[in-house]
Every structure is written in C-alpha cells, then in structure tokens.
C-alpha cells in the first residue's frame, strides 16, 4: 500500500499539531524547550517572510521607476510634438503679418497717390474755372 503525498502532508501536520502536547507529558523542562524552539521557528520564519517582502517590494518600486520613466519619455515626445506645431503656426503666423505688411504699405502708397491726384485735380478744376470765370 502506497501512501500518497497529500496523506503524507496530513500525517506531518497531525504530528506537528500534537507533538507538543505528547512531548509536555514527559518533562515539564522538555515542553519549554520545545516551546522555545517553535519560537525560534517562528522568528526564522516571520524574518524569511518579512525578507521576501522586502524584495517584493524592491521588484514593485524597480517597476515603478520603469514605468515613471516611459510616461516621462512619452510626454517629452508629446511635448516636443507640440513645440513643432507651435513653431509651425508661429512660421504661418509671421507670413500673415508680412502680408499684412506688405497690404499696408500698398494701401498707403494707394492713399498717397490718391490724394496727389485728388488735390491735383481739385488744383486743375479750379484753375479752369478762374480762367473760364474771367
């Protein structure tokens, strides 16, 4: 009859629960003894769990930082993207205020021409009536 591994785990906590009170039975200084070395198991195990923690918590903040660093990059790309349409609409604004400019000016040498020939014609026009009126 073979005995499997789950009956075998069974049996090894049926002992491990009982084995203090079958061991308190024989001597009183054997039952502090045991209880001293469950305590000491205990101790090893919660500094092995607190240890593993540790680590654990180590590996989380290790890709904490990883994943910081990604968005980081990936915002100074959007950012940079952004720069060079900014620059772009500054470039396309510029163009529109140079040809603002350059309207201007053709719209003050219009206006300048336009009152040269308005007072010129005014001049002439009464010039011609003087000369008709006398």
């Keep these: 009859m073979l005995i499997e591994e789950e009956q075998l785990e069974e049996i090894g906590e049926y002992v491990r629960d009982h084995i203090d009170e079958w061991m308190a039975g024989k001597s009183v200084s054997r039952s502090s ?3 001293e070395i469950d ?3 205990r101790i090893v195990r919660v500094e092995e769990e607190l240890r593993h923690q540790r680590e654990l918590m180590r590996e989380g903040f290790a890709h904490m930082d990883k994943r910081f660093e990604a968005m980081q990059e990936q915002m100074d790309r959007r950012f940079e993207a952004m720069d060079k349409r900014f620059e772009a609409m500054d470039k396309r604004f ?3 205020d140079k040809r603002f400019d350059a309207l201007t ?3 003050d040498r219009f206006m300048i ?3 040269g020939i308005t007072v ?3 001049i002439a026009v009464t010039s011609a009536l003087r000369i ?3």
């Design 132 to 134: 008709w009126s006398n």
């Design 105 to 107: 000016k053709r719209i």
């Design 33 to 35: 003894l045991l209880y």
């Design 94 to 96: 510029e163009a529109m």
């Design 39 to 41: 305590l000491r198991e």
């Design 113 to 115: 021409w336009t009152f």
């Design 120 to 122: 010129s014609v005014a």
